[in-house]
């Protein structure tokens, strides 16, 4: 995955709370904006381990470290990360430009439907943070709050994909996962969170609206290197086929049938799914990437989820 050296980038997305004190810990309040908080980690990594068990602190590459006395403020973001040659060599960076991808293409098809998308920011911490549905850890896992329409993550999540979860990693396995945040704020402003309750079990609506995000984000990455930014220039230039596999072993590592096989007590028990199996997971981000057609991300019309 490349940017395109020239592209500019928007440092308004991200909102950089590490360092700064963000909050208290604890969990999220359920159930904010009728949704509750969809984080990418789901009820058995929570409820069996306590927590994915993250450092609490950022990425090993780029802003993320942090030295004695240090803080990251959003003006360190924006001298650091202005082009798309510093999303190249800097992580973070790299992150403020999938993010800015993300949502320029999210605008543009709101307005092809007569829409008005709403940006809202990323916000990244450390450790714990306060958010419109309460206090939250990084053992939460990248999540949206519909309460107040914005994404959190712990860009240290990324590196237990790897070390936990035995994914493969990758800057566009990172961008699915982020891209499936922002398919939940599309749910949040279409109005189809409100429809969904918080039961589980493999045909709930809480599986339908997580895969659902997943085939959105999968939408996203089929138009990423020809959405245009608000400089004129796709941000991204390239995708390639190793990509493609990395976001799709990353959907594989967060099943509800995997998590709890093998970061569970290696029962399987489909009472408790919330997110869907491994195969669903790649299938609907698969459907989205492959056709590039949000209207074909309907699981809640579909009978046969995967």
């Known amino acids: ?63 993320g470290q942090l030295g004695s006395g240090q803080q990251i403020s959003n003006s360190t973001l924006s001298q650091e990360c202005r082009t798309g ?18 949502q320029d293409y999210w605008t543009d098809q709101f307005a092809r439907s007569g829409r008005t998308y709403r940006k809202v920011p990323t916000n990244f911490f450390n450790g714990s943070v306060r958010t419109g549905c309460g206090g939250a850890t990084s053992d939460t ?31 566009f396995a990172e961008a699915y996962v982020l891209a499936h ?12 969170s409100d429809r969904v309750g918080n039961g589980t079990g493999p045909t709930s609506g809480s599986v339908r609206l997580e895969l659902q995000a997943d085939c959105y984000a999968g939408v996203w990455g089929n138009h990423a290197t020809t959405t245009p930014s608000s ?20 959907a594989s590592r967060i099943g509800d049938d995997y998590i709890q096989k093998n970061l569970g007590n290696g029962k399987i028990d489909t009472s408790q799914f919330t ?10 981000f698969n459907t989205g990437f492959t056709t590039g057609d949000p209207a074909r991300c309907d699981t809640f019309g579909a009978r046969d989820l995967g």
């Not at 992580?91 to 403020?96: F, I, L, T």
């Open 1 to 63: 995955m490349r940017f395109d050296d020239n592209a500019g980038l928007d440092t308004s997305e991200v909102d950089d709370l590490r360092g700064g004190g963000g909050g208290i810990g604890g969990r999220v309040a359920l159930g904010g904006g009728g949704l509750g908080v969809v984080g990418l980690i789901i009820y058995f990594v929570l409820s069996q381990l306590g927590g994915v068990g993250t450092t609490g602190g950022s990425s090993s590459v780029g802003l």
């Open 85 to 102: 040659a510093d999303a190249n060599r800097n992580h973070d960076c790299a992150v403020v430009a999938i993010i800015n991808s993300i």
């Open 141 to 171: 896992g990248p999540f949206y709050c519909p309460a107040d329409s914005e994404v959190y993550i712990d860009l240290s999540f990324f590196q237990e994909l790897q070390t936990r979860f035995g994914a493969e990693g990758g800057p």
């Open 181 to 192: 945040e922002y398919g939940h704020h599309v749910q949040n402003l279409l109005g189809t």
């Open 231 to 250: 400089s004129g220039r796709p941000l991204i230039t390239e995708i390639t086929q190793d990509d493609i596999q990395r976001a799709l072993d990353t």
């Open 275 to 284: 997110h869907g199996t491994s195969a669903q997971r790649e299938k609907w």
